[in-house]
Structure formats: C-alpha cells, structure tokens
C-alpha cells in the first residue's frame, strides 16, 4: 500500500514493520513526531523518558532482555546520551537496537548547529542517512538486521528537512522476530576496564568489517550521467543535487555515513574528470575523499553553516540559478514572542521590574529573553540554569544572591535540573530558583513529563510533585505562586531574594494552549480612560497593540488572563460582565 508520509511517520512505520517492541525517547524538535507516531502502534511500547541518558539506557535493556528497542533524540540530546552510546558501543547488542538522531542546521529550534556524524565517528558506531521518507522507513528495517549481523546500536540520521517533508513510501505488514534468550555474558556487558579492553579489539574489527560493506551494500548507490562532473553526497543534499543537476552529473548517493566506503569512492572518483561534495554542515565526506588521496571541490565554496537549498548550490558551483519572485516592500519585522496568556510573562514581568540577572534554560520560557521584558541574561543547555547560578553566586562571594535567580521549565527540571539543584543544597550557595511550571513539555508541543501525572498515551501515570522533591533535597524555603497573579509573584521574588539561604519558587499554571484550559471572555478597552501610556505594551502580550494612540486588545487572542489589567492605572481594561 502507497501512502504520503511525513519523514518521521515514515521512520515510525520502519519500527513498526520491523518488529520494534520497546520505544523511549525525550521530545526535542525535529525527532518528536518519530516516538508520537510509533505511540499509535499498541504493538508497540511507547514512553517519554526524563532526558535522552535514560532513553538511551532503557532502549540499550530492551535490547539486552531479547527485544527490538529503540530510542530518539534531537542532536543536542545526543550529548546527553553520549555516556551510554560510547560504552554500548564496546558491549554491543542483543536484539538490534537504532538510535535516531535528528540534526537541526539553520537552527529553527536549536541551541546551536552541531554536527552528529561526529558522534558516530568518535563512539565508533555505524550511522545511515535516509533522503526522504520512503528511504528512512526502509532504512530503519535494515538497520535492525546491521545491528543484530554486526552486534552493534545503528544511529539513523535524520535532518529537519527530511523529517518534516513528505514522500511516497510503500507499507508492509509487521514481522515481529522472536525473542532473543538473554544469556548472561560478563565478559561482554560489565565494561569494567579488564573486560572494556578485550571488547575495544573487537569494535575496530566491527568497524573495518562495516567499511567493507559500505563497498558494497545497499545503502550506497551510483547514478550515472554525465562524466564531466561527479558528485558525492548524502542526506537532504542528494535532494537538492539532483533538482539541480537532473541527470547531467554522476552522483554518488551515500546512505551509510559512518563507516565510510573507500574502494566505493576511489571506483568512482576514477569514472569523473572532477569531484565535487555536497553535505551540509561539518566537511566529513570531504576530508575523508581526502585522505584517500582526492582533489575534491567542496568547503572552498560551500559554506559550513546553515541549510543548503537548490539555489545556494547551483550559485555557488557557478550554475544558472533559477530566477524567483521578490516581495516589493520589505516585511515588518516579526520577533518570537511568548502566546497570548502565556503563565510565564506575568513572572518574567516581576523579573524585568526588580531588574534581577537571570539565568535562563531551554523551553518556550527562553522567549522571556526577548524585547521588551528582556528579562534573560543567559542560555546554555537543559539544566544549565541551576548550575550556573551556583558557580555565578559561588565567584562573587555571595553578593550577586539578592539579586539573581535561575528560571527553569518543569520539563527541564525533570530532564537536567535535579542535579543541578542537588548541587546548591548540597555545597549551599544562597541561590533562588524559580520553577516554571506550565504542566507540559510546550516547546515541543505538549508532551507529557514525569510532573504531569499521565504518559505518552494520556493514561494516568506516576506523578512527581515538586514541592515535596525540591523539600527532601534539602530546601527549606519553597514556595508556590500564580504568575497571573504579579503582587503575589513580586511578593515572592523580593522575599525569596532577601533570604539568607536557598530558595525554590514554583511559578504554576498550565500553558494557556493546553486543550483543557477554558480561555475566559476577551478584555475590551474602555477608550475614554485610555491615556495611550503603554503601560500594558510592557508585557509584550500579542493581544495588545496600540492603535490611534489607544490600546486595543484582539479578541481573537485575548485569554482572559487579566495580567494587563493589573498594570493599567486608569482602569481602562475591562473584563465583559458575566
């Protein structure tokens, strides 16, 4: 059966039909919708785990206990899964085990533009790299008879463009392998150092047997044309290659990008006057044609940032490129703001008057750091928030403590936060932590967490209350306010500050977008008593806008929330009467 499939639906029917049992993932943009659509399988068991680590960890036991597992991640959350991803690279598998990694160049929803084929490298594990969505469902089916024929976890790469673009693919029936017997092996799965240095021997054999497949496999292909030009490239970029060149170059489609093919390449490079690499990000194709002794054209005019695109590639090798349509006027400028009714504006308002040096985290909340509450100082990583403000407060003595505060999302907590603030009860440093807790994971669109008390099926699940965890690891003073509410939140930022010893400050209420949040009536403004002050401006709420020198509030975004009311003095906001 045909049927047009997103990229990551697509990667989800692959674990499907190969018989896949044990799914665990952490949500993190462009991989989500792999695990959300492997949740609809009931063949299938699925979960949200607290950070990548664990997913990675549980999916590495499913594997052990017999079971075809897998688990997803975005590139940065491979780092945090690095720990166990280059040890399970030396104990191998039991039952095949894939890792999908989505990689975010352009950074749509990203920290930052790593490139993961570094990962697989270093850990010294085989990774594929499926084009479209008929390939990453085929892929994902072959990748568990290489992890199971080679005793080794399979990373399939994936991109944005490739996870979130749709193609053609042909679906099969599910085959379900038998189960593995798990046999006890210290040798090969207690990686004390003894044992890790028998395994090491192994895992370059793994390797040097891998780069002979890649020879010769089914990943790999050549497309002949044109001898004059011969490209080698992988990924998103063979898409953007073959609209370019059509059928005028030879092309040399990777699949496997870790281990690379030698004999493959050098067959080729031989059949073409000249040899160009098209791959986005890191030179890794490049370098490796390289040290097999090619001339290639590549990072000398391709650049090592940001998405490729048909015409990026056709102007920078010198091609006609395809001419387009330009808007007339320049668009106004549109920055990222928080939603309407979002919970976190009312806190970072009360953050931005008391002029405190915030330390911020990952998550939707990271909007706070942008005009007019401005109220962020800095973003690193999931958790880093907690950390730094210990190392921050610890390097000035103490005195920055009245006035700095770490702000954290309650997905994020759970994901990396625990630690972090494990460490300030623990070697105490006079910080205040504020919990943003909107009872979802929202950047990534509304996935549960360990705080919410239901799964990834909406079932009712283990739930992990907050105060009670921030209490047993040592904290005294913790506290729980609205943020709608900005008397009560600046009440509890001045105190919280002032007090010689650490604080928690769970800031609660659910994101305005949850389906079961009623919005109350919209605010209408009382023109009369509106003296154009723009004193509601300041919340950087989408609703309001200023128009004839008065406010004006959208019906169609206004929530009700009343934040704004409690900034005008002129009683110019009015909520409609009931």
Not at 139 to 150: I, Q
Not at 335 to 342: E, I, N, R, T
Not at 504 to 527: D, G, M, N, Q
Request: charged share 20%.
């Amino acid at each position: 059966m045909k049927e047009l499939m997103l990229g990551n639906k697509a990667f989800a029917r692959g674990l499907y039909e190969a018989g896949c049992s044990v799914v665990s993932s952490y949500p993190g943009t462009p991989s989500t919708e792999v695990t959300e659509e492997a949740a609809k399988y009931d063949e299938i068991y699925c979960e949200w785990a607290p950070n990548e680590k664990v997913a990675m960890e549980v999916a590495f036991g499913a594997s052990l206990a017999g079971r075809r597992s897998f688990c997803g991640m975005k590139h940065v959350g491979l780092n945090v899964a690095a720990d166990p991803l280059y040890t399970c690279s030396y104990t191998g598998v039991n039952a095949g085990m894939i890792i999908c990694v989505a990689d975010d160049a352009g950074m749509h929803s990203s920290q930052n533009e790593q490139d993961s084929r570094h990962h697989a490298i270093a850990a010294k594990v085989p990774m594929l790299e499926p084009s479209d969505s008929a390939e990453a469902l085929e892929f994902v089916k072959r990748a568990y008879d290489l992890s199971e024929e080679y005793d080794t976890p399979v990373i399939i790469k994936m991109c944005t463009r490739v996870a979130h673009s749709q193609s053609i693919v042909e679906t099969s029936e599910r085959v379900l392998p038998p189960q593995k017997p798990y046999e006890k092996n210290i040798a090969k799965y207690v990686m004390m150092p003894g044992n890790a240095k028998r395994r090491h021997p192994i895992v370059e054999q793994r390797t040097k047997d891998l780069t002979a497949l890649a020879d010769n496999c089914y990943f790999n292909r050549v497309e002949m044309g044109d001898t004059a030009v011969g490209i080698i490239t992988s990924s998103t970029s063979y898409q953007y290659a073959k609209e370019v060149f059509g059928d005028k170059a030879c092309i040399l489609k990777l699949g496997m990008i870790n281990p690379l093919p030698e004999k493959l390449i050098l067959d080729f490079a031989a059949k073409v006057d000249k040899l160009v690499i098209i791959e986005e990000l890191d030179p890794i194709i490049e370098d490796h044609c390289k040290k097999l002794g090619l001339t290639v054209t590549g990072k000398d005019v391709l650049p090592m940032i940001d998405e490729f695109s048909q015409n990026l590639i056709a102007e920078k090798l010198g091609l006609e490129v395809p001419a387009g349509k330009k808007l007339e006027e320049q668009l106004p400028a549109r920055p990222p703001v928080m939603c309407a009714g979002c919970p976190h504006r009312g806190m970072f308002y009360t953050l931005s008057r008391n002029k405190c040096t915030v330390l911020g985290d990952i998550g939707c909340y990271t909007l706070g750091a942008v005009a007019p509450l401005s109220a962020m100082d800095m973003t690193l990583c999931m958790g880093g928030s907690i950390s730094a403000i210990h190392g921050f407060n610890k390097a000035n003595n103490g005195e920055s403590a009245g006035k700095t505060v770490a702000v954290i999302g309650d997905s994020t907590f759970m994901h990396s936060g625990m630690t972090g603030l494990a460490n300030i009860a623990y070697n105490q440093s006079n910080s205040t932590v504020i919990i943003l807790d909107n009872s979802i994971t929202g950047m990534t669109g509304h996935q549960q967490n360990p705080t919410t008390g239901y799964n990834i099926k909406g079932d009712p699940a283990g739930k992990i209350n907050l105060e009670a965890l921030c209490k047993a690891m040592g904290f005294n003073r913790v506290r729980v306010v609205d943020p709608y509410n900005l008397a009560e939140c600046d009440a509890a930022v001045k105190e919280e500050l002032a007090a010689d010893e650490p604080s928690v400050i769970i800031s609660r209420r659910p994101c305005a977008l949850l389906k079961y949040v009623k919005a109350k009536p919209a605010l209408t403004v009382e023109e009369k008593n509106c003296t154009g002050c723009k004193s509601c401006m300041r919340l950087a709420c989408p609703a309001i806008s200023i128009k004839d020198k008065k406010a004006h509030v959208d019906s169609t975004l206004c929530v009700g929330c009343g934040v704004c009311q409690q900034l005008c003095k002129f009683d110019a906001l009015k909520a409609p009467e009931v």
